[in-house]
């Protein structure tokens, strides 16, 4: 399986090069100054490829920054526009910093190190969060899986590193008195805004769910909203129902645009949603409600669900959970409820 020549290199020296051919594999090959060291190579990688391991030096060929621009266009290219901008800019963030090396030198210990950069420098937002770390060390995770694929490394050195551990994550509900100030303040912003928050809270969608919703995926007569394109990739529909349905049908009927499919198109441009984060942030201060993201309107809208007895299963379906565990954060408020229900029975 192996063989090894004698090589003279240019300044006179002589060195033993081991090829080794395997059918439907790159050629194995290395230099040695001695037979005896060539041999010893050439048994290591025989019984490593008897034992079914693929051991290439195109680990030592291909560099960090050409495996990413390979991964790039062959997977990333490929994703959702949101998960495309996140794995682009954050495999470009290690490119610049470790492109130039070889991908046999992404160690853990180097893993490592490059974490520790990633928690302490300044970003254009601050300080990275733990889970923001974790993100970026998930992205070159995934394309060093590709290599592993692609037979150029045996194994993922990612899988090494241990992610941060991540603290709890908020969740900021609506009391009812907040609730009515909100709607209120949307109200006198906007129509748009104030069906885009009314459906939130009825629905616990997302938010990019509601504001790139389309008319087609909207059922005026039987009150369902379909979400065609969600975080998991999973297509859900949704019952909208009251007075929240009564407020799409008359929104139907005053604001829709002929000329596009949108809910809520751009007014610069009407293919596009529209953007409410500025709306919104004004509602915010009109209301006076602090310490609140537009996603909590979705745990708000969980709350609401969980505190009118609906069946934590339920819940998890209308939200989009693929697993019961995402919706047991809502569970102790189902407990609440039912203290404060027996102690109302036990006081009649």
Same mark, same amino acid.
């Given at each position: 399986?192996?063989?090894?020549?004698?090589?003279?290199?240019?300044?006179?020296?002589?060195?033993?090069?081991?090829?080794?051919?395997? @059918?439907?594999?790159? $050629?194995?090959?290395?230099?040695?100054?001695?037979?005896?060291? &060539?041999?010893?190579?050439? !048994?290591?990688?025989?019984?490593?490829?008897?034992?079914?391991?693929?051991?290439?030096?195109?680990?030592?060929?291909?560099?960090?920054?050409?495996?990413?621009?390979?991964?790039?266009?062959?997977? %990333?290219?490929?994703?959702?526009?949101?998960?495309?901008?996140?794995?682009?800019?954050?495999?470009?963030?290690?490119? #610049?910093?470790?492109?130039?090396?070889?991908?046999?030198?992404?160690?853990?210990?180097?893993?490592?190190?490059?974490? !520790?950069?990633?928690?302490?420098?300044?970003?254009?937002?601050?300080?990275?969060?733990?889970?923001?770390?974790?993100?970026?060390?998930?992205?070159?995770?995934?394309?060093?899986?590709?290599?592993?694929?692609?037979?150029?490394?045996?194994?993922?050195?990612?899988?090494? %590193?241990?992610?941060?551990?991540?603290?709890?994550?908020?969740?900021?509900?609506?009391?009812?008195?907040?609730?009515?100030?909100?709607?209120?303040?949307?109200?006198?912003?906007?129509?748009?805004?104030?069906?885009?928050?009314?459906?939130?809270?009825? $629905?616990?969608?997302?938010?990019?769910?509601?504001?790139?919703?389309?008319?087609?995926?909207?059922?005026?007569?039987?009150? *369902?909203?379909?979400?065609?394109?969600? @975080?998991?990739?999973?297509?859900?529909? %949704?019952?909208?129902?009251?007075?929240?349905?009564?407020?799409?049908?008359? *929104?139907?009927?005053?604001?829709?645009?002929?000329?596009?499919?949108?809910?809520?198109?751009?007014?610069?441009?009407?293919?596009?949603?529209?953007?409410?984060? @500025?709306?919104?942030?004004?509602?915010?201060?009109?209301?006076?409600?602090?310490?609140?993201?537009?996603?909590?309107?979705?745990?708000?809208?969980?709350? *609401? /669900?969980?505190?009118?007895?609906?069946?934590?299963?339920?819940?998890?379906?209308?939200?989009?959970?693929?697993?019961?565990? /995402?919706? /047991?954060?809502?569970?102790?408020? #189902?407990?609440?409820?039912?203290?404060?229900?027996?102690? #109302? &029975?036990?006081? &009649?």
């Amino acid at each position: 399986m192996a063989t090894i020549t004698e090589r003279y290199r240019k300044n006179g020296k002589k060195v033993f090069r081991v090829e080794i051919r395997i @059918k439907g594999n790159p $050629t194995l090959s290395k230099s040695f100054e001695k037979r005896s060291d &060539a041999l010893d190579w050439a !048994k290591q990688q025989e019984v490593q490829i008897k034992q079914g391991h693929l051991i290439n030096l195109e680990a030592d060929r291909q560099t960090i920054s050409e495996i990413i621009d390979f991964y790039l266009e062959d997977v %990333v290219s490929k994703m959702r526009r949101s998960s495309k901008s996140n794995y682009t800019k954050q495999l470009e963030w290690f490119d #610049k910093r470790i492109g130039k090396l070889s991908l046999r030198k992404l160690t853990p210990a180097l893993i490592i190190q490059l974490r !520790k950069i990633l928690q302490t420098e300044d970003s254009t937002r601050g300080k990275r969060s733990v889970a923001t770390c974790n993100r970026y060390l998930a992205a070159l995770s995934s394309c060093c899986s590709y290599a592993v694929e692609q037979q150029i490394l045996e194994e993922n050195p990612c899988r090494k %590193v241990k992610q941060l551990t991540e603290p709890r994550g908020q969740t900021r509900f609506l009391d009812d008195q907040e609730r009515e100030k909100l709607i209120a303040a949307c109200k006198e912003n906007s129509p748009q805004l104030y069906l885009a928050v009314t459906l939130s809270l009825s $629905t616990g969608a997302r938010r990019q769910e509601i504001w790139s919703l389309r008319w087609e995926n909207v059922d005026l007569g039987e009150g *369902y909203l379909t979400f065609q394109q969600t @975080k998991n990739g999973d297509i859900r529909s %949704v019952p909208v129902i009251g007075q929240a349905l009564e407020l799409l049908r008359d *929104y139907h009927r005053k604001h829709r645009l002929l000329h596009t499919s949108l809910l809520f198109p751009s007014s610069t441009n009407p293919q596009k949603p529209l953007e409410f984060r @500025k709306r919104w942030e004004s509602v915010l201060r009109q209301a006076e409600i602090g310490d609140f993201r537009y996603h909590d309107l979705r745990h708000s809208a969980a709350s *609401y /669900m969980v505190r009118n007895g609906m069946d934590l299963r339920l819940v998890a379906e209308i939200l989009g959970h693929r697993t019961l565990q /995402m919706t /047991m954060r809502y569970s102790h408020l #189902k407990r609440d409820h039912l203290k404060s229900a027996m102690l #109302k &029975a036990m006081s &009649a």
